[in-house]
């Protein structure tokens, strides 16, 4: 018997590796476009960065948000669904490609603004310069109190060994 609830969500955090083209479709509506590479670590044996080039599919307000905002190498965050497909070679009849993408629901910024001038910082996981779906309209979040640290850390117990784990 098939479960009827699913969980689809993706979170990635990394760099675009082009600027977003903003496109307009015949029916009107707004859809951009681009990669994110996104750091997977060291392979151990071989001593060499992996990373993983992520399609990313943004419409609308998102879409309008990361063609206005957002350029290559620029670190950022998207909350999205994974989306996969698939289609026939043109040239080889008998080869299937099969695609992946995330569709985008929420873009944010990865850096504080501060640092865009002299190497990036990561500033978080922030509502203040992201767009979110919302039952089919857009809206953009109220802003957080400046006083507010995102990096704060004082809800948490520092574990120093396996054992002191709760499982």
Known sequence: ?????????VILM?????????RQLPSGSNTCRFTVAVD???NQSTNERMTDFITV?????????ASRYLSKGRLILVEGNLKTGSYDDRNHPDVKHYTCEVYAERISFGETKSSQGGGYSQGGYSNQNSYQNQGGSYQQPAPQSSAATVNDFSDFEEVISDSDLPF
């Open 1 to 9: 018997m098939l479960n009827s609830c699913a969980i689809n969500k």
């Open 14 to 22: 990394g760099r675009l590796t082009q600027n977003p083209e903003l």
């Open 57 to 65: 599919n943004a419409w609308d307000k998102n879409a309008e948000f």
């Open 40 to 42: 997977r670590g060291t």
